[in-house]
């Protein structure tokens, strides 16, 4: 993985070596197998242009995870326009590991109703396993904000998750 002229990891090494891990974390963050897709490209183009740089500081992936997050923050913040095309340019990614996750059909339909800022919160806390001072800078607000919005979240799915119990029990 690194370059052999300068010692680096390079770029495309990168890619190949954490592309699926950054799809699943793209998925989560989304819930939408194309938006993940556009959300990768559109970081790893982002980042791939100061790659130099980037990979000299300590986390090159959190700096690529860190520039997806941003992405979906200011997506939220703007009105979508969506462009449609024919053909896909590039067939999917399949990811074994995330399938489990999002074959649980209720949990991904709970899921999806939340708030993107909560679904964030989520994501960051449990998937990518930050902590509350670390989510709160990333999204940035206070961990008063990230505990009240993972709080809420998580009474969310438990009360939806409860109810569909008692209606299929």
Same mark, same amino acid.
């Not at 819930?31 to 500081?57: C, N, P």
């Given at each position: 993985?690194?370059?052999p002229q300068d $010692?680096e +990891?390079?770029? @495309?090494?990168?890619?190949?070596?954490r592309l699926?891990a950054l799809y699943?974390? &793209?998925?989560v963050?989304?819930?939408?197998?194309?938006? &993940?897709?556009?959300?990768?490209q559109e970081?790893?183009t /982002?980042?791939g242009?100061h790659w130099?740089?980037?990979v000299?500081?300590?986390?090159? @992936?959190?700096?690529?995870?860190?520039a997806?997050?941003?992405i979906m923050?200011?997506?939220?913040?703007?009105p979508?326009r *969506?462009? +449609?095309?024919?053909?896909p340019?590039?067939?999917a990614? &399949?990811?074994?590991?995330? @399938?489990?996750l999002?074959d649980? #059909?209720?949990?991904?339909?709970?899921?999806a109703?939340?708030?993107?800022r909560m /679904?964030?919160? =989520?994501v960051l806390?449990?998937v *990518?396993?930050?902590?509350?001072k670390?989510i709160? /800078?990333?999204l940035g607000c206070?961990?008063? +904000?990230?505990?009240?919005?993972a709080?809420? #979240? =998580? #009474?969310?799915l438990?009360? &939806?998750l409860? +109810?569909q119990?008692v209606d299929? $029990?």
């Amino acid at each position: 993985m690194e370059d052999p002229q300068d $010692g680096e +990891t390079s770029f @495309e090494s990168f890619v190949a070596a954490r592309l699926a891990a950054l799809y699943r974390y &793209a998925m989560v963050l989304t819930h939408d197998r194309h938006d &993940a897709e556009d959300l990768v490209q559109e970081a790893l183009t /982002r980042t791939g242009v100061h790659w130099r740089r980037i990979v000299r500081k300590d986390d090159p @992936e959190g700096y690529v995870r860190t520039a997806m997050l941003r992405i979906m923050t200011n997506r939220w913040r703007r009105p979508r326009r *969506e462009v +449609t095309v024919a053909e896909p340019p590039e067939p999917a990614v &399949a990811d074994l590991g995330l @399938e489990g996750l999002l074959d649980d #059909a209720s949990l991904r339909a709970r899921l999806a109703e939340l708030p993107p800022r909560m /679904r964030a919160v =989520l994501v960051l806390r449990y998937v *990518e396993e930050r902590s509350e001072k670390e989510i709160a /800078r990333l999204l940035g607000c206070s961990t008063g +904000t990230v505990k009240s919005q993972a709080s809420r #979240a =998580l #009474a969310k799915l438990r009360t &939806a998750l409860d +109810t569909q119990e008692v209606d299929h $029990g």
